[in-house]
């Protein structure tokens, strides 16, 4: 799988981790690919974003003078969490175990674990010994 053009340093070493780590277990289709390259711009962003902060710092001058909080910073806030949601909607295999990797699928394996365990009480099942 080609990387796409127009990424920088940072989003080039994001999709080279991903791709490399799921290469021998599945290949990425269209829809996941178009994440991770959006992840991967997101994450160029934010090399952006630091390096404006670093060089401004992180207050500013307001219109009046008056120390403010350098809008960057909110921006790259913004930013690891963008790159956090959108990689977390690929939902990657852990590798060598089988657990859901997002909040939501590890949630509602829990929810259908209580509802089989509900089920095997009524009937007089357990679980752990069949």
Request: positive net charge; charged residues 35%; contains cysteine.
């Amino acid at each position: 799988m080609t990387t796409p053009k127009g990424l920088g340093p940072s989003g080039r070493a994001l999709w080279k981790r991903i791709v490399d780590a799921v290469h021998d277990l599945y290949e990425l289709d269209e829809r996941e690919q178009e994440i991770l390259r959006l992840a991967c711009r997101q994450a160029d962003d934010l090399v952006a974003l630091e390096g404006a902060i670093k060089r401004d710092g992180r207050t500013v001058k307001g219109s009046a003078g008056q120390p403010r909080l350098h809008p960057a910073v909110a921006e790259a806030r913004q930013a690891r969490l963008a790159i956090g949601r959108l990689l977390g909607l690929l939902e990657l295999p852990a590798g060598d175990d089988d657990e859901p990797r997002t909040e939501r699928s590890r949630r509602a394996a829990h929810a259908a674990n209580v509802r089989w365990d509900l089920a095997d009480v009524r009937e007089g099942r357990d679980r752990g010994k069949t």
